[in-house]
C-alpha cells in the first residue's frame, strides 16, 4: 500500500474553494501518527507548514496565515485526512504534500507538530493554482 496519496488539487480564482484529500495508510491511525498538509510555493524554496491533525484524538494544528480559512479533518473509517481550503488567495498557490509523523502527543509536546523534520512519510503532492 502506498502510504500517502494526495487528490484534489485545482485551479481556482481568488475567493474560490478547495478540497484536498489524503489516503492514510491505516498504520499511521492505528500507531499514533500525525498527518499533516505541507506546501511547496514556486517562490520559495522551503516547504511551508499548512496543518495537522493527531490521528488520535483529532487534535488540529494551523499555520497563521491559514486560520480560519482552511480545516483539516480525518476520516478513520474511509482511512483519509481531508484539507477543506476557503476563501482562498494567490499566495496560496503551490504543490501540496501530505505527511506523517510518527509520536505525535510528543511532537505536540514539543511544538513540532507543524515542523517538516518530524515527518517521516510524504506524498507525491497535488497541485494548487490560486488566480487573481
Known amino acids: 500500500q502506498v502510504p500517502l496519496v494526495e487528490s484534489g488539487g485545482g485551479s481556482v480564482q481568488a475567493g474560490g474553494s478547495l478540497t484536498l484529500s489524503c489516503a492514510v495508510a491505516?498504520?499511521?491511525?492505528?500507531?499514533?501518527?500525525?498527518t499533516g498538509w505541507f506546501r511547496q510555493a514556486p517562490s520559495r524554496q522551503a516547504r511551508e507548514a499548512v496543518a495537522?491533525?493527531?490521528?488520535?484524538?483529532?487534535?488540529?494544528h494551523y499555520v497563521d496565515s491559514v486560520k480560519g480559512r482552511f480545516t483539516i479533518s480525518q476520516n478513520k473509517d474511509q482511512n483519509t485526512v481531508t484539507l477543506h481550503a476557503y476563501n482562498l488567495i494567490p499566495e496560496d498557490t503551490g504543490i501540496y504534500l501530505c505527511?506523517?509523523?510518527?509520536?505525535?502527543?510528543?511532537?505536540?509536546?514539543?511544538?513540532?507538530?507543524?515542523?517538516?523534520?518530524?515527518?517521516?512519510?510524504w506524498g507525491q503532492g497535488t497541485r494548487v493554482t490560486v488566480s487573481s
Open positions: 495537522s491533525i493527531n490521528l488520535v484524538d483529532g487534535h488540529a
Open positions: 491505516s498504520r499511521f491511525f492505528e500507531h499514533g501518527y500525525c
Open positions: 505527511a506523517a509523523a510518527p509520536r505525535c502527543f510528543m511532537l505536540e509536546a514539543s511544538g513540532y507538530a507543524l515542523d517538516d523534520s518530524g515527518y517521516s512519510d
